[in-house]
């Protein structure tokens, strides 16, 4: 099992940063393909960042390439979201995600069904 927990969001302006955390136990990265996915209400879960499994490469949805970072501490196994230029539209409940088995080396999963674990989420407000 592994447990993820988020922490870091909250109201900005836009044009502003944010820096979301996602602390996993269980499990370390090293062993994971991970993710960060956003909803906003009454649309489905959307793909925004996330590594292949043992982090080898990393995958932008072309929404947030060029302002969004995903980066990782190996020994805080937290894996992070920068989130610069910040846009109303990048107004969601943020979720970090996790998918255990090696078949996703050299992949990165982009779809909620590839994921087996979820975080609570954290809401990212972006004020015009």
């Known amino acids: 099992q592994v447990q993820l927990e988020e922490s870091g969001g909250g109201l900005v302006q836009a044009g502003g940063s944010l820096r979301l955390s996602c602390a996993a136990s269980?499990?370390?990265?090293?062993?994971?393909?991970v993710g960060w996915f956003r909803r906003v209400p009454g649309k489905e879960r959307e793909f925004v960042t996330g590594?292949?499994?043992?982090?080898?490469?990393?995958t932008y949805s072309d929404s947030v390439k060029g302002r969004f970072t995903f980066s990782r501490d190996s020994a805080k196994n937290t894996m992070y979201l920068q989130m610069d230029s910040l846009k109303p539209e990048d107004t969601a409940v943020y979720y970090c995600?996790?998918?255990?088995?090696?078949?996703?080396?050299?992949?990165?999963?982009?779809?909620?069904?590839?994921?087996?674990?979820w975080g609570q989420g954290t809401q990212v407000t972006v004020s015009s």
């Open positions: 995600a996790a998918r255990a088995d090696r078949y996703y080396i050299g992949r990165t999963p982009q779809y909620v069904y590839e994921y087996d674990f």
């Open positions: 590594t292949s499994w043992g982090g080898t490469s990393t």
């Open positions: 269980g499990r370390t990265f090293s062993n994971l393909a």
